[in-house]
T-cell receptor, first 115, second 113 residues
Framework: NAGVTQTPKFQVLKTGQSMTLQCAQD?????MYWYRQDPGMGLRLIYY???????DKGEVPNGYNVSRLNKREFSLRLESAAPSQTSVYFC??????????????FGSGTRLTVV | DQQVKQNSPSLSVQEGRISILNCDYT??????FLWYKKYPAEGPTFLIS?????DKNEDGRFTVFLNKSAKHLSLHIVPSQPGDSAVYFC????????????FGAGTRLTVKP
């Protein structure tokens, strides 16, 4: 029962480098999300995908791109990393029905440092 | 603009006593509220939720209370146990926009033996 799997767990990047954070879920959930967690800020939504083939911006999308590769996988890409993107990144998934709110299942996070 | 606020960064209680974690929200469109629990080096896990049509929801030792007029909710843990020591996040969503869940900054609960 893997749930939501994120890779890598840790990463150090130099300013300007690019990288992709991977996320996969095995619960057959329709919706997937990327959040970042910063001290004193809680979790902030970067992008989400309500269903396979769709993606939408969240609260803090600037500097990021996403790809919903298939129903299982949702990746987050930093094209040119900046120190302000130093954070812990969480991927999550949930069921989806119009007008219904489900609790999310989160991965264990990726701790990213940009120097 | 934080629409969900947890004004207490930390809370310490004695084992066996009640823990009360508080949360305020500003967006009147929110009609569903959730609490998540997070241990170090793990992702948050869903704990309990409440719909705006209710004012209380109970699950074992955990009870969430909602005061819509005050835009305030609280999580009560009775009795508190050392294993409850974690960071607790309050979250809110609107069923009309149920892919945009907003989280508070979290409250770190420490339960002392």
């Amino acid at each position: 029962n893997a749930g939501v799997t994120q890779t890598p767990k840790f990463q150090v990047l130099k300013t300007g480098q690019s990288m992709t954070l991977q996320c996969a879920q095995d619960m057959n959930h329709n919706s997937m999300y990327w959040y970042r967690q910063d001290p004193g800020m809680g979790l902030r939504l970067i992008y989400y995908s309500a269903s396979e083939g769709t993606t939408d911006k969240g609260e803090v999308p600037n500097g990021y791109n996403v790809s919903r590769l298939n129903k299982r996988e949702f990746s987050l890409r930093l094209e040119s990393a900046a120190p302000s993107q130093t954070s812990v990144y969480f991927c999550a998934s949930s069921e989806f029905s119009p007008g219904v709110v489900y609790g999310y299942t989160f991965g264990s996070g990726t701790r990213l440092t940009v120097v | 603009d934080q629409q969900v606020k947890q004004n207490s960064p930390s809370l310490s209680v004695q084992e066996g006593r009640i823990s009360i974690l508080n949360c305020d929200y500003t967006n009147s469109m929110f009609d569903y509220f959730l609490w998540y629990k997070k241990y170090p080096a793990e992702g948050p896990t869903f704990l309990i939720s409440i719909s705006s049509i209710k004012d209380k929801n109970e699950d074992g030792r955990f009870t969430v209370f909602l005061n819509k007029s005050a835009k305030h909710l609280s999580l009560h843990i009775v009795p508190s146990q050392p294993g409850d020591s974690a960071v607790y996040f309050c979250a809110a969503s609107a069923r009309s926009n149920n892919n945009d869940m907003r989280f508070g900054a979290g409250t770190r609960l420490t339960v002392k033996p």
